[in-house]
């Protein structure tokens, strides 16, 4: 197989131009399914069966949870694959997931105490998936002070991306703590044998949001590491033709 | 329209998970925009100031 594609990417000229490019194509559909899921979700689908109109709050909690756990995901993928091969892009975008995906995993924690005080009398228990959780935000907030810490951008680079990548033993301990061990929060209700647990009037909502989540990462994240390449290399030749020629980037 | 924003009494808690969230959206792509354009003035700087010398 022919690997000259990807190493283009390792090129940062080559990268800004292309996530540039690719950026739209994710925006637009990431805005029209969050639109379109949100409003499935929260005024089409009917309400619960136990647990009434309070049930809307899945077609934020869900998504973003889903959305957490696949941010540390590439951002560990990235950080090791740089500490390996020694490529500044994606250090660049390990780094620019760490922001959205620690916002993502807040809003899962904190909509989750939203629901969990109606639902189970309590905003917080000890719970292995909502401890669990707790340590994947830690593991991003760790992340970021560690590279905000240290100002020689490589040391911090590979010293973040050691703590990113020793982190992903925590992403399967999130997505099992449901089944390892007894837990308050309710198991996998859409990916599971037998199907979803819910209607189709309810998953399909469900899965446009977190499409459109998804969606939402990639296009902001690329937009971070477009940024990040750029102040890398703010003294590269590359930069200074992007920026004196004629028709200048937006 | 009162019923659904009543949201049978969960309206405390479904409204601002969602106002939470989408407020959270919003940051963020506001974020990466002036990071871009941070990062686009500093190296113009960078760039202004080499000229210059």
Request: hydrophobic share 65%.
């Given at each position: 197989m022919n690997w000259v594609w990807f190493h283009r990417f390792g090129s940062p000229p080559y990268f800004y131009a292309v996530a540039g490019r690719i950026v739209p194509w994710l925006a637009w559909p990431a805005g029209l399914l969050i639109v379109a899921g949100l409003y499935g979700g929260v005024v089409m689908a009917p309400p619960d069966y136990q647990q009434s109109d309070a049930a809307r709050i899945m077609y934020v909690h869900v998504p973003a949870a889903y959305v957490g756990l696949m941010s540390y995901t590439v951002m560990a993928i990235s950080a090791a694959i740089g500490l390996v091969w020694r490529l500044k892009v994606c250090h660049a975008v390990a780094a620019a997931c760490a922001p959205i995906g620690a916002s993502f995993t807040a809003v899962c924690l904190i909509t989750g105490m939203l629901w969990g005080?109606?639902?189970?009398?309590?905003?917080?228990?000890?719970?292995p998936r909502l401890v669990s959780m707790l340590v994947l935000l830690f593991f991003f907030i760790g992340y970021m002070g560690l590279r905000g810490a240290i100002d020689d951008v490589q040391r911090a680079d590979r010293a973040s991306a050691v703590l990113a990548s020793v982190g992903i033993i925590n992403v399967p301990i999130v997505h099992y703590s449901v089944v390892w061990w007894n837990s308050l929060h309710q198991g996998?209700?859409?990916?599971r044998k037998g199907g979803p647990a819910m209607p189709a009037s309810m998953w399909v909502p469900l899965v446009l949001v977190i499409f459109g989540f998804t969606f939402y990462f990639y296009a902001v994240m690329l937009v971070r590491a477009r940024a990040e390449v750029l102040r890398r290399d703010r003294g590269g030749s590359w930069v200074r033709e992007l920026l004196t020629a004629p028709e200048q980037p937006k | 329209m009162s019923q659904f924003l009543y949201m049978s009494g969960y309206a405390a808690y479904v409204w601002p998970s969602i106002g939470l969230t989408l407020a959270l959206l919003v940051f963020n792509i506001l974020w990466a925009r002036q990071l871009t354009r941070d990062a686009q003035a500093e190296a113009r700087r960078r760039i202004a100031s080499e000229d210059a010398s």
């Open positions: 005080q109606p639902m189970w009398g309590a905003w917080w228990v000890w719970d996998a209700s859409l990916i | -």
